[in-house]
């Protein structure tokens, strides 16, 4: 039976509440006896237009591609289809579309002066908008700052006003002086959003800076490390979807046992470590996490292959097979992100990564309630 004609006769049973039995007999009768017709073929969705908007941070300053590397990752990983617009484009291999609107050094007065033509060619569903860490650290009229960035949400959404507007307070900066001015702009920043929400334009906020710590950023104590870009990503993808995500770390020693491998330690990977060398049959990564509630999850690995070839692991939930994962050779501490769903308990929950063809290393692990 067709769902068009499933349709029909689900229809019809809900109308046998107020004709008589003979009439209802009759009817169904017409219902399943209908021709089958061809069923209408699906248009395709244009993919969601996002616009990253922003300075260094957006553009990925230290690591090549920043948050969008990642970003781009969650989406393909979920079969969401994307297009990254922007008059620029920088990023590594596994950024599968690199155009941005990131400028380093850009002040929010100097995005204001530009946006409305970006906005008017590239025309975006999605604008994610990070931008003020110059304004702090440049002491920039900090007081206006906040009225500044006001002017430019309201520039955005009257150009665009079925546009999603994204709006992130600023990430921290490693120096206590410049953080805290970072945090007075940042506490004018819920206000702004809320504000025009109530106004009934598409405006969401992002806490970006609750996303990152200290130890999150690099050596020049304001751009984020590749883990630190990493985090931002996550908190984007969560903000999008609307699902928490939670991060594990590989390397952390309170939840995870490795066999047959080594704790490594490396700025390019979440929380500076990683999980490596699980080369031999009998090597694995396991996770034990203790978990509130059960249920599906999606579960999203951040993992690297520096061979010559793709490498594979199996995974095992619980003790059961859940089938294996695929990585890509783009190279070691070159990140990429599978996504798979697992069914976990409430309470204390496995998670195996055994090798299977060659050898990768995993950085981390997401967890986000299924949708």
């Known amino acids: 039976m067709t769902g068009r004609l499933r349709t029909a006769v689900a229809a019809v049973a809900s109308a046998c509440l107020l004709v008589t039995a003979t009439a209802c007999v009759e009817a169904r009768s017409r219902a399943t006896t209908e021709p089958r017709r061809p069923a209408p073929v699906a248009t395709p969705r244009p993919p969601l237009r996002i616009m990253p908007l922003g300075d260094s941070i957006t553009d990925g300053l230290q690591t090549l591609g920043g948050y969008r590397t990642d970003l781009w990752q969650y989406l393909t990983a979920d079969g969401r289809s994307a297009d990254f617009v922007g008059s620029r484009a920088t990023g590594p291999s596994q950024l599968g579309d690199r155009n941005e609107e990131g400028h380093p050094g ?155 491998g080594e704790r490594l330690t490396t700025a390019r990977a979440s929380g500076d470590g990683k999980a490596g060398y699980l080369a031999a049959p009998e090597s694995y990564l396991e996770f034990a996490l203790p978990l509130p509630s059960g249920g599906r ?30 990585y890509r050779p783009y190279g070691w501490d070159q990140w990429t992100i599978n996504a798979v769903d697992v069914w976990l308990n409430a309470g204390r929950n496995t998670i195996r990564f055994t090798p299977q063809t060659c050898s990768a290393e995993i950085d981390a692990i997401d967890l986000a309630p299924a949708r």
């Open 106 to 260: 850009w002040r929010i007065h100097q995005l204001t002066v530009r946006v409305r033509e970006w906005l008017r060619v590239y025309r975006p569903d999605v604008v994610l908008l990070h931008i003020g860490t110059n304004d702090v650290i440049q002491r920039s009229a900090l007081p206006h700052a906040p009225a500044r960035l006001a002017a430019l949400v309201d520039l955005i959404t009257a150009t665009l006003p079925n546009a999603q507007v994204y709006v992130a307070t600023i990430v921290p900066l490693a120096a206590p002086a410049g953080d805290r001015l970072a945090r007075r702009y940042n506490g004018a920043i819920p206000g702004i959003v809320s504000a025009r929400a109530a106004q009934g334009r598409h405006v969401h906020l992002v806490d970006m800076h609750a996303a990152l710590t200290k130890a999150d950023l690099s050596a020049d104590g304001i751009h984020p490390t590749d883990g630190g870009y990493s985090k931002m990503a996550a908190r984007w993808y969560a903000a999008l979807t609307g699902v928490p995500m939670t991060r594990w770390e590989a390397e952390a020693p309170a939840y995870t046992t490795i066999n047959g």
């Open 297 to 326: 999850y999606r579960m999203y690995v951040r993992a690297a292959d520096g061979m010559d070839a793709p490498c594979s692991q199996t995974l095992s939930v619980n003790g059961r097979p859940q089938g294996r994962l695929l």
